[in-house]
């Protein structure tokens, strides 16, 4: 299972990298191996709030729905608008296909997350 | 505690097998290929399902022909031996008890394959809970044999060559809804049909459990050379949908008779009195309510079973079943909805997807066909 050493993981299995002041949010590896073939992802919209661990938006597989949270709070600067038409690069690279950005409203929060340790530890349990 | 069939220990181990809980059985939803990977195979080679999970129930006596052509709402009594017949099995008020696949041996025996969420409800209600039975002097006799079967499942447009090399000729020579009993694969006896379901060509092969691996391993072992895969109930289900092949509790359930499925095909009202007769003629006379109908989002989204859908913002019926069809690359969804409206082809109607009203358009169905 892929882990990169740079990014930081919450229990709900999405990852987050920080840049400046701006998060971008995606899913691990072990998710989306989980879901199997991902064919469609709800974007959020520009500009919406964000609370940490609340539901900012959804991804399908063929069988089902599955939601992502939000690691942190602030507001979404950014969408990955590639995946409203290949949603399926989450499979094939889920740490390059981030699905949204949030400008984080108080970096403290990112001392709850897992580092890529913490998260390979909490994967084995 | 999830139940298994006997080839649980076969692939378990397979690279790629992911197992979930199917009404109570632990089994694979897709293997390494994935859902898409397995019905591409299905759909341009063959694929092999474990569906020993299915029921089977053997009927046979004197009384068995009147006693299923009674029970179920196809024509039983037109078969010929040798000749497998599908038909929704009704209630008296019309609403579904199953659907099943009924296997002629002769006029005296008879096997019917059911599904496996429904195994026991069936065997109940053929044994004992119909009328017919109720009031019979004369019964067939019935065994719920389900528990010493399994059930192979090879489709796809190859899987005819792929039997002529392991079975002989004779297998490639099983007409379409035809089955032998007398012919062996793997050097086990096998019953083995010309159907399946997924739209595809293919064959269902039924054999004793203690033979299923050795069945199973031949099949795979002797064609995976040539891109032959162990395919899931994933696939199982995407290939199904996109052929509009109903699955129980999805387009069909106590509460959906056959001919607001569109099985109406299946349901022979001319024949002698049958189960649910009088409910399905009068909804015939009446004005059938609802219609299982196609459509294809127009805005983004997937259509998944149990949303509402709308016309003009009005709730007219509910998704039964939908995803992205891997052939067509579109989110499609089939809809049960009330009649009467006036909708057509390319009609576009909502579907309320996250309590957003979401466009879709009513499409032919099925949505894919192999010609």
């Known amino acids: 299972m892929n882990i990169p050493g740079d990014l930081k993981y919450t229990e709900d299995h999405e990852w987050i990298r920080v840049e400046g002041s701006v998060g971008y949010v995606g899913i691990t590896d072990h998710a989306q191996h989980e879901l199997g073939d991902i064919v469609y992802v709800e974007l959020p919209e520009v500009d919406m709030e964000v609370e940490k661990d609340e539901e900012a938006t959804s991804i399908e597989s063929v069988k089902a729905a599955a939601p992502v949270n939000s690691p942190v709070s602030g507001k979404i600067v950014e969408v990955n608008e590639d995946l409203e038409d290949e949603a399926e690069l989450i499979n094939k690279d889920p740490y390059e296909a981030y699905i949204f950005a949030v400008e984080l409203s108080d970096p403290s929060e990112l001392d709850d997350l897992m580092d890529a340790d913490a998260y390979k530890e909490f994967l084995e349990k | 505690m999830l139940k298994r069939t006997v080839l649980y220990d076969v692939y378990k181990d397979y690279d790629g097998v992911k197992l979930i809980d199917f009404g109570g059985w632990e089994l694979p939803v897709n293997f390494e290929a994935g859902i898409i990977g397995e019905h591409m195979a299905v759909r341009e080679n063959a694929g092999l399902f474990d569906v020993s999970h299915m029921g089977e129930i053997t009927v046979e006596g004197e009384t068995a022909e009147t006693f299923i052509n009674w029970l179920v709402t196809n024509d039983v009594a037109s078969m010929h031996d040798n000749q497998c017949m599908y038909s929704p099995m009704c209630y008296p008020d019309g609403g579904v008890v199953d659907d099943l696949l009924v296997y002629r041996y002769s006029r005296v025996k008879y096997l019917l394959v059911v599904n496996a969420s429904n195994i026991e409800k069936d065997y109940k209600w053929i044994s004992e809970e119909n009328e017919w039975i109720k009031k019979s002097s004369s019964k067939p006799d019935l065994e719920n044999i389900s528990g010493k079967m399994s059930q192979i499942a090879f489709q796809g447009p190859k899987a005819v060559d792929y039997m002529k090399e392991l079975v002989g000729a004779e297998a490639a020579q099983i007409k379409f809804f035809h089955f032998r009993d007398d012919l062996k694969i793997a050097g086990k006896s096998a019953i083995i049909s010309r159907t399946g379901y997924?739209?595809?060509?293919?064959?269902?092969?039924?054999?004793?459990?203690?033979?299923?691996?050795?069945?199973?391993?031949?099949?795979?072992?002797?064609?995976?050379?040539?891109?032959?895969?162990?395919?899931?109930?994933?696939?199982?289900?995407?290939?199904?949908?996109?052929?509009?092949?109903?699955?129980?509790?999805?387009?069909?359930?106590?509460?959906?008779?056959?001919?607001?499925?569109?099985?109406?095909?299946?349901?022979?009202?001319?024949?002698?009195?049958?189960?649910?007769?009088?409910?399905?003629?009068?909804?015939?006379?009446?004005?059938?309510?609802?219609?299982?109908?196609?459509?294809?989002?127009?805005?983004?989204?997937?259509?998944?079973?149990?949303?509402?859908?709308?016309?003009?913002?009005?709730?007219?019926?509910?998704?039964?079943?939908?995803?992205?069809?891997?052939?067509?690359?579109?989110?499609?969804?089939?809809?049960?909805?009330?009649?009467?409206?006036?909708?057509?082809?390319?009609?576009?109607?909502?579907?309320?997807?996250?309590?957003?009203?979401?466009?879709?358009?009513?499409?032919?169905t099925p949505f894919y066909k192999n010609t």
């Not at chain 2, 299946?266 to 909804?283: I, P």
């Not at chain 2, 049960?336 to 409206?341: A, D, F, H, I």
Request: charge should be neutral.
């Open chain 2, 198 to 364: 997924t739209g595809e060509d293919g064959f269902e092969i039924y054999i004793a459990n203690e033979d299923a691996a050795d069945v199973w391993n031949t099949l795979y072992q002797s064609t995976r050379d040539r891109g032959v895969i162990p395919c899931g109930l994933g696939a199982r289900d995407t290939l199904r949908f996109e052929s509009k092949l109903p699955l129980y509790g999805h387009e069909l359930t106590k509460d959906i008779s056959p001919l607001e499925a569109n099985l109406s095909y299946f349901v022979k009202l001319e024949k002698d009195d049958f189960c649910g007769k009088d409910a399905l003629v009068s909804q015939k006379e009446n004005g059938i309510p609802r219609s299982l109908r196609g459509c294809e989002m127009v805005d983004r989204g997937v259509p998944r079973a149990g949303y509402t859908v709308h016309l003009n913002g009005e709730e007219i019926g509910f998704v039964t079943s939908g995803t992205k069809s891997p052939m067509l690359n579109k989110f499609l969804g089939l809809v049960l909805v009330k009649r009467g409206l006036g909708l057509k082809t390319g009609d576009e109607i909502e579907v309320a997807i996250n309590g957003k009203l979401k466009k879709a358009k009513l499409v032919k």
